[in-house]
C-alpha cells in the first residue's frame, strides 16, 4: 500500500528539541519531493518547506526559515522535520506530503503528528 | 509572497451545487488544486492541474480557473461533502507552494 507513516503525537517543554518522521512505502521514495504542512488549531493549512529526498534539496517558507530543520534518509525512506528549542506556539499538527517531481499538486498526505507544547 | 483569498465559509442544501472560489493575482497562469479536509482528518486531493480528478474522486467535483479566480464546484451536494477546502499552487517566482484561506463547506 502506497502511505506516508507519521510518527506519533508528542507533548514537550518550551525550549526542548523535537525530531517527528514521515515514512513512505510502497512507492519509489526518491521520486517524490516531502513537505510539511503545519495546520495550528482550528487554523489553515500552512506550507512550511519541502525537500527532494534524492539529493536532500530543500526550500523553507521566509515564515518557517531559521525555526525548522527539514532532512531525509533515502535509505530509511524517510523525512524529518525537527526543532531545536520549541515555542508554545509550535503546538500544532504537522502533516507531511508527497509531491511528484516536476508536478505541483500533493497528491498523498500523512495522517498527521500532533506536538503539544506546553511548561 | 503569493497570497490566494477563500471565502470563509458557504453553505449549500443538499442536492444543490456549492462554488468555492480561490483568488489570487493572474492565477489563470497557474496550475490550482484543491484538496478537502473533513473534521478531524488529514487533507486529501480532490481536484489538480484546475480540473482534473485523481481516482476515486466523484465526477460531481470540478474544478475552472481563468483570470484572477479559480473556482472549486460540487455538483449535486451530500452530506459527506461537509469538510474545509484548500487550494493550492506552486509559485514560481518564489519556488514555494502556497495554500489558500481555506473555505468550510457547511450542508444545511
Known amino acids: 500500500e502506497v502511505q506516508l507513516v507519521q510518527s506519533g503525537a508528542e507533548v514537550k517543554k518550551p525550549g526542548e528539541s523535537l525530531k517527528i518522521s514521515c515514512k513512505g512505502s510502497?512507492?519509489?521514495?526518491?521520486?517524490?519531493?516531502i513537505a510539511w504542512v503545519r495546520q495550528m488549531p482550528g487554523k489553515g493549512l500552512e506550507w512550511m518547506g519541502i525537500?527532494?529526498?534524492?539529493?536532500?534539496?530543500?526550500r523553507y517558507s521566509p515564515s518557517f526559515q531559521g525555526q525548522i530543520s527539514i532532512s531525509a534518509d533515502k535509505s530509511m525512506t524517510t523525512a524529518y522535520l525537527q526543532w531545536t528549542s520549541l515555542k508554545t506556539s509550535d503546538t500544532a499538527i504537522y502533516y507531511c506530503a508527497r509531491r511528484t517531481s516536476g508536478k505541483t499538486y500533493f497528491d498523498l498526505w500523512g495522517r498527521g503528528t500532533l506536538v503539544t507544547v506546553s511548561s | 509572497s503569493y497570497v490566494l483569498t477563500q471565502p470563509p465559509s458557504v453553505s449549500v442544501a443538499p442536492g444543490k451545487t456549492a462554488r468555492i472560489t480561490c483568488g489570487g493575482n493572474?492565477?489563470?497562469?497557474?496550475?490550482v488544486h484543491w484538496h478537502q479536509q473533513k473534521a478531524g482528518q488529514a487533507p486529501v486531493l480532490v481536484i489538480y492541474?484546475?480540473?482534473d480528478r485523481p481516482s476515486g474522486i466523484p465526477e460531481r467535483f470540478s474544478g475552472s480557473n481563468s483570470g484572477n479566480t479559480a473556482t472549486l464546484t460540487i455538483s449535486r451536494v451530500e452530506a459527506g461533502d461537509e469538510a474545509d477546502y484548500y487550494c493550492?499552487?506552486?509559485?514560481?517566482?518564489?519556488?514555494?507552494?502556497?495554500f489558500g484561506t481555506g473555505t468550510k463547506v457547511t450542508v444545511l
Open positions: 492541474n484546475d480540473s
Open positions: 525537500i527532494d529526498p534524492g539529493d536532500s534539496d530543500t
Open positions: 493550492q499552487v506552486w509559485d514560481s517566482r518564489s519556488d514555494h507552494d502556497v
Open positions: 493572474n492565477i489563470g497562469s497557474k496550475s
Open positions: 510502497g512507492y519509489s521514495f526518491t521520486t517524490y519531493w
